[in-house]
């Protein structure tokens, strides 16, 4: 099945350099109506297909929407569920403030779907009506706003609340070593590290240990370009001590290799470039990132993956979008091609390997990927095979056209494929991430572990809407126990810095939305792979995506995602344990204005006093006790760290018991065609 972001996606091709851009129906509250609003975001069933991301209504019903004279247009379908069990017909009406028809279908029966399309130009509110006996089923599907570019919905956080500037601190002249603790790597396989390090240049680096330590004969490190790099034979763990030193002071930072199975054991950090480049990806885009990671400075934070999504392969697609990079899927021998923007797969890797980065790709277990291009399906061998010939360390396998060629019943069917990528890439000589792509579905999170992964994506595509963020994190409530060092939720890349594909100037998320979306994925410890254009990071961006205490929490070797402890209808808590036994807390305002939050430590088991640092501005706030308050503005969230004091002690067992689940209960992999766990059915509503 093609994910539903390419026909959203296409729309916004065909419409070149659209003067408008696309909003999801309004959250049910910004609505105002009469009669019955059933649900936003229902899955509708409507001539006879089942539609999701709905406005499900039941007649008499009017809802009002407030546009604010900003909106360009509506579209959307309209129809008669066919689950109503009134045998009658409504009456379709969008109507203007004034009365005047926009748009009109009387005597709608089942099975039809009539397209809607509206102008909605200056109007201050549009009201959707539907009419008829009492009792009938109806919904408007897939109900999109358009609006002028650069103008934001009236109901957009922007209008209620001030909004966040800038929170991280300049940097630091002081040596600081950013990044994990601790680095995963398969015996006898290649070993890349390259240290980020902060502070006033020159910054010297050295590695203690390294001599000193039976087994790292054979690894190098080039101080200079501050890589680690060669291999080691014997599992077991080696500790090593970093140095930075410069004209201002010296840091020094405990530094783990650990030699065994497990990879990836924090988070992959990085960037990848499907949100800001798309099908249009080219080679020199992606050398362009790798100079660019490193130029920005981001690459001292951490930020290592260089990430290549769809359209390195030969596409498929008989016209339209990418027909020009149609041509034979493999060669004689069986060999995938790639596509004439990508000349040189090794010659890339190689370049990205340079830098002391690693190189991912991307492909599908089906015949296609989601863009029609070359997929896996029955050549798994070969192609991990060529990855790792290339040098790729990480692979992106997205579902996509797999429903059409997958057998069988249950988990079992979606985990086929995987399994049989996972065993051929672990069957290489070097460590390749993997990477499910699964949207949260068929319990991804519950087994994706068991078929050789590392990360799963747990949500369907994510852009720079809010309507996206919160759903994401909706997902994440439920997948939280699965989290584990080398066994991560993926919670999609990530859009601060520029909307989808560079089409908007900027991403639509409003500041206090881009610190939500950033704490939140840090505190479920999901990979942060940038999605914006390296070579067009602004200040505000930069400084969201370099705090190096944010990203600590990400990297928090534990790798215990945070639940969501409090979740209530005006606000969220989300808590982590970390690994100095302080302890992650994001207040997350889900509302539009500004307000207090108070956060009950002793109902959360945290008794005595504890520090408490303000992750974001990297500031001490002073002591808190019994009840922590802090006022959050609309749609923010206040990331802070709890560190405990002399007389602290956490009364339970986990901070995140008093989430919905036990850990030990889910990790267990359910028998095939048991019943997901709890919380991944919610995901269910992606718009796939
Ligand atoms: C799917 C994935 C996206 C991206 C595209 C590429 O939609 O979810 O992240 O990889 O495919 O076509």
Redesign the pocket.
């Known amino acids: 099945m093609r ?1 539903a ?2 026909p959203i996606v296409a729309t916004i091709w065909a419409l070149g350099a659209a003067a408008d851009t696309k909003y999801e129906i309004p959250a049910l509250q910004i609505a105002t109506g009469t009669g019955s609003v059933q649900a936003v975001h229902r899955k509708v069933c409507v001539a006879g297909k089942n539609i999701h991301l709905s406005l499900s209504v039941t007649t008499p019903s009017r809802v009002t929407f407030p546009l604010g004279g900003a909106a360009t247009r509506l579209a959307t379908g309209a129809g008669v569920d066919c689950r109503t069990t009134v045998d009658a017909a409504a009456d379709f009406r969008v109507l203007a403030p004034d009365g005047r028809v926009l748009w009109e279908r009387k005597g709608v029966r089942k099975g039809v779907r009539h397209e809607v399309k509206a102008d909605l130009t200056g109007l201050d509110s549009v009201t959707l009506e539907v009419s008829g006996p009492a009792g009938v089923m109806a919904a408007w599907t897939r109900p999109y706003f358009f609006f002028a570019d650069g103008q934001f919905p009236p109901y957009d956080v922007r209008h209620h609340s001030p909004q966040l500037g800038i929170l991280t601190p300049p940097e630091s002249p002081l040596p600081r070593i950013n990044g994990p603790i601790v680095y995963g790597v398969r015996p006898g396989h290649p070993v890349l590290y390259r240290v980020p390090v902060t502070g006033e240049k020159p910054v010297k680096v050295r590695m203690e240990g390294l001599g000193a330590l039976e087994g790292l004969e054979n690894l190098v490190f080039d101080g200079e370009k501050r890589i680690l790099s060669g291999s080691i034979e014997k599992s077991g763990e080696y500790p090593i001590t970093i140095v930075a030193e410069n004209a201002r002071g010296k840091a020094e930072k405990r530094f783990t290799i650990k030699v065994g199975d497990k990879i990836a054991l924090t988070p992959p950090l990085g960037w990848n470039h ?1 949100n800001c480049f798309g ?1 249009k990806v080219t080679a020199e885009n992606i050398r362009s990132a790798a100079d660019a990671l490193d130029k920005s400075g981001l690459a001292e934070h951490g930020y290592s993956y260089v990430n290549i ?3 390195w392969q030969n596409s498929h697609n008989p016209a339209g979008s990418a027909h020009e990079l149609r041509g034979p899927e493999r060669n004689e021998d069986g060999t995938v091609n790639s596509n004439a923007n990508f000349p040189d797969m090794k010659g890339l890797a190689a370049y990205i390997h340079s830098k002391g980065f690693k190189a991912g790709l ?1 492909s599908s277990p089906g015949p296609t ?3 029609g291009c070359t997929g896996s399906f029955g050549y798994e061998a070969q192609d991990a095979k060529i990855y790792a010939e290339w040098g790729y360390d990480y692979l ?1 396998h ?1 579902w ?1 056209s797999y429903g059409n060629v997958a057998e069988g019943t249950g988990l079992e069917r979606a985990m086929k494929p995987y399994r049989i990528m996972g065993k051929a890439l672990r069957d290489q000589n070097r460590d390749i991430v993997f990477s499910l ?1 699964q ?1 949260g579905k068929d319990d991804v999170s519950v087994w994706g572990e068991k078929v050789g992964a590392q990360c799963w ?1 747990v949500v ?2 994510i852009f720079d809407m809010w309507g996206r963020i919160s759903y994401a994190a909706n997902c994440l409530k439920g997948v939280w126990m699965n989290s584990a060092p080398g066994s991560w939720n993926d919670a ?2 990530l859009c601060v810095g520029c909307g989808l594909w560079n089409e908007f100037k900027g991403s639509r998320l409003a500041p206090n939305e881009q610190y939500t979306h950033m704490s939140i994925w840090a505190l479920a410890a999901s990979p942060l792979l940038i999605g914006c254009d390296l070579e067009k990071l602004d200040d505000f961006t930069m400084s969201i995506l370099r705090n190096d205490e944010m990203i600590d929490i990400d990297q928090d070797p534990l790798g215990q995602a945070a639940s969501c402890i409090v979740d209530g209808k005006s606000h969220e808590i989300w808590a982590r344990p970390l690994v100095d036994g302080s302890i992650a807390v994001g207040l997350f305002n889900k509302g539009l204005s500004p307000c207090e939050i108070t956060f009950d430590m002793t109902a959360a088991g945290m008794d005595g006093a504890w520090k408490v640092r303000d992750v974001w501005r990297q500031k001490d706030e002073g002591v808190a006790r019994g009840i922590y308050k802090m006022n959050v503005y609309g749609h923010a969230t206040h990331l802070v760290r709890f560190i405990p004091g002399a007389d602290a002690k956490l009364r339970v067992r986990d901070i995140r018991d008093n989430a919905y689940a036990h850990p030990e209960e889910v990790r267990s992999l359910p028998a095939v065609g048991a019943k997901p766990s709890a919380g991944c059915k919610r995901c269910d509503i992606a718009d796939t």
Request: aromatic residues 22%; glycine residues 10%; hydrophobic residues 25%.
């Open positions: 994910n972001i390419l499907w099908w999504d769809d359209f991307y990927t989601c863009g992106k997205d996509c792509c949207y994506r369907g595509d999609d890349m």
